[in-house]
């Protein structure tokens, strides 16, 4: 089976930066994504990485190399609204997306 | 009005219910799914259908049953159901099915399932 790994929680600072961490092992690579769900709410899309590098979209940033099954997705100048569960997902050579177990970030004043 | 919606948002039933969960989409897309999140576990794909037609059946016990009558609606009937059922069910939608690398996912708010 495919194992996409993430912490289970971290917690941070407004205004501060935060960077959530996803490890994968999978059977082979179409891609990576990351959502955004807040409690008792959708999930909603963030990024898509394909390619090794670093994508930018405004204070939300996602990192990808492909070599060590390795992505990050860095929060920067944090906001209480940005208090949320963050899932890492990959999608493999079947195609179907394996989740992790999502990432829950607190943001305190 | 979101892009997916799912109905009821709280459900609360006995192991010998029937019940539908409902979901529909407003968006235009041809593939619709369903995920089961349970607390601090991956979200677990349920089945996939790409118009109209399943394409996944992921192992899921036959005490749940897909329906797509179209490529705007998807329905989940229970029935004898566990308590280790009792999860968060979402439905998804992509404009296009897996494989076709236009399957970014927009979910719905999903239906909060208890099984007493």
């Known amino acids: 089976g495919q194992n996409i790994d993430q912490p289970t929680e971290m917690t941070a600072t407004e205004g501060a930066i935060v960077q959530i961490n996803c490890t994968y092992q999978t059977s082979g690579f179409n891609g990576l994504f990351w959502y955004q769900q807040h409690a008792g709410e959708a999930p909603t899309f963030l990024s898509y990485?394909?390619?090794?590098g670093l994508e930018e979209k405004g204070r939300f940033s996602s990192f990808l190399s492909r070599s060590k099954g390795y992505s990050y997705l860095l929060l920067k100048e944090l906001q209480m609204k940005d208090s949320a569960s963050y899932l890492c997902?990959?999608?493999?050579?079947?195609?179907?997306?394996?989740f992790g177990a999502g990432t829950t970030v607190t943001v305190r004043a | 009005e979101t892009g997916v919606t799912q109905t009821p948002r709280h459900l609360v039933m006995g192991m010998t219910n029937k019940k539908s969960l409902k979901c529909e989409q407003h968006l235009g897309h041809n593939a619709m799914y369903w995920y089961k999140q349970s607390a601090k576990k991956p979200l677990e794909l349920m089945f996939v259908y790409n118009f109209k037609e399943q394409t996944e059946n992921n192992s899921v016990p036959s005490r749940f049953s897909p329906e797509c009558p179209n490529s705007s609606h998807l329905f989940l009937h229970l029935h004898t159901l566990q308590p280790e059922d009792s999860a968060l069910y979402l439905c998804a939608s992509s404009q296009d099915g897996p494989g076709t690398g236009n399957e970014k996912l927009f979910f719905g708010s999903g239906t909060q399932l208890s099984v007493l």
């Open positions: 997902a990959v999608k493999a050579n079947d195609y179907k997306l394996s």
């Open positions: 990485n394909v390619l090794d």
